[in-house]
């Protein structure tokens, strides 16, 4: 059917330029590869677990830089180091190395530098979640087109 | 689903009992994953303490494996809050109930220190974060290939394998005694019958190969 053609068409185009532009590496092809018929969400229901740690540690580290009265940069180090911890499990490289930026000025202990490094990877963060959505939309109205998912090589 | 009181007998059969702590719910979900992918039952916690609680070992006087599965594998973070991953391994191969179960130390910091006082203490493996599907079915093969080993020889085969080839540490044997009086830390009985005859065990011993 042409729609499907077209939908798996622009899954791969969509998927192909998260790898390019560096969004995803290849741990993100080892998740999708783990998916099966015995769980067929696995990828989005992981990268789903993975938005609500994010955002919550996100918070944590927004918080943690605005004390008035000094800034505890070990507790925002642990949410950093967190952060770091799950980006890499699911393959999100760019958030990932905009954590370990971040743990060198946390280790430094400068408050500017850790809330340019909190802008920066909520933004890859941001970007992320949008482009992740996105191809999970595209893999819903594949399927429900009666199409199939195109297997990451 | 097991009987309880049901000893699960790993020998011959595939279906290793894989007991994964990290604190991180995401690797958490990820190595339930991809040890349900290679064919083992899993428990997964939280925390050292919930592990612990979980083995019977954590003073409480509790049965061996209280559900009855007996574990034959621990996969452990290395860092978590509380008590790490290094410390858990610690009190599990001080406890002459438990010390024999391979345990495999996880971390997304390839540090040959950290690397180095694992191996020392008796951690199976090192495994840098994050874990593939490789990584698990190597391991797999290595338990199942030793398990029958081990009923062949009726003795253990430790060794030491290093995720990079290019780490290299020196491998001089310290046998550590083992003393009886650990066991009762951790109130727990001793059934020593349960347990494949072991000469006492070894903090660092060179790489045994039999096949290769």
């Given at each position: ?13 969509h998927s192909t330029s998260l ?135 | 689903m097991e009987v309880a009181g ?207």
């Amino acid at each position: 059917m042409d729609i499907v053609n077209q939908l798996q068409r622009q899954f791969i185009d969509h998927s192909t330029s998260l790898h390019r532009e560096g969004i995803v590496d290849d741990q993100f092809t080892e998740l999708q590869k783990l998916q099966d018929e015995n769980s067929p969400d696995f990828v989005v229901e992981v990268v789903s677990l993975f938005f609500e740690d994010s955002e919550k540690l996100l918070n944590n580290m927004a918080r943690a830089l605005e004390q008035a009265q000094g800034v505890d940069f070990k507790q925002v180090d642990a949410s950093v180091h967190q952060l770091k911890g799950s980006s890499s499990s699911i393959g999100a490289m760019r958030v990932k190395n905009a954590c370990i930026a971040f743990r060198s000025f946390c280790e430094a202990q400068n408050r500017e530098g850790c809330l340019r490094c909190l802008q920066k990877v909520t933004h890859e963060y941001s970007l992320l979640k949008n482009k992740l959505q996105s191809l999970f939309r595209l893999e819903q109205q594949i399927l429900a087109a009666g199409g199939s998912i195109p297997v990451a090589k | 689903m097991e009987v309880a009181g049901e000893v699960l007998q790993s020998g011959s059969s595939q279906e290793l009992h894989v007991l994964a702590v990290d604190d991180s719910y995401v690797d958490r979900k990820v190595i339930e994953k991809l040890l349900k992918i290679s064919s083992c039952k899993v428990t997964a916690v939280e925390s050292g303490s919930r592990a612990l609680q979980f083995l019977g070992l954590d003073g409480e006087k509790g049965s061996l494996g209280f559900n009855g599965l007996k574990v034959n594998l621990i996969m452990t973070d290395y860092s978590m809050p509380g008590m790490t991953g290094y410390e858990l391994l610690k009190k599990i191969k001080r406890s002459s109930a438990f010390r024999e179960i391979p345990v495999v130390i996880m971390s997304s910091e390839n540090i040959l220190t950290r690397i180095d006082s694992c191996l020392e203490e008796g951690a199976e493996e090192f495994l840098v974060k994050p874990v593939k599907l490789s990584d698990v079915k190597r391991l797999m093969k290595d338990r199942v290939s030793r398990g029958v080993t081990e009923e062949q020889e009726g003795r253990r085969v430790d060794k030491r394998k290093l995720e990079d080839d290019n780490l290299t540490s020196s491998s001089s044997s310290s046998p550590l005694s083992s003393s009886p009086s650990t066991t009762a830390s951790f109130g727990c009985d001793v059934s020593i019958s349960e347990l494949l005859p072991s000469p006492p065990h070894s903090s660092k011993r060179a790489k045994l190969h039999d096949a290769d």
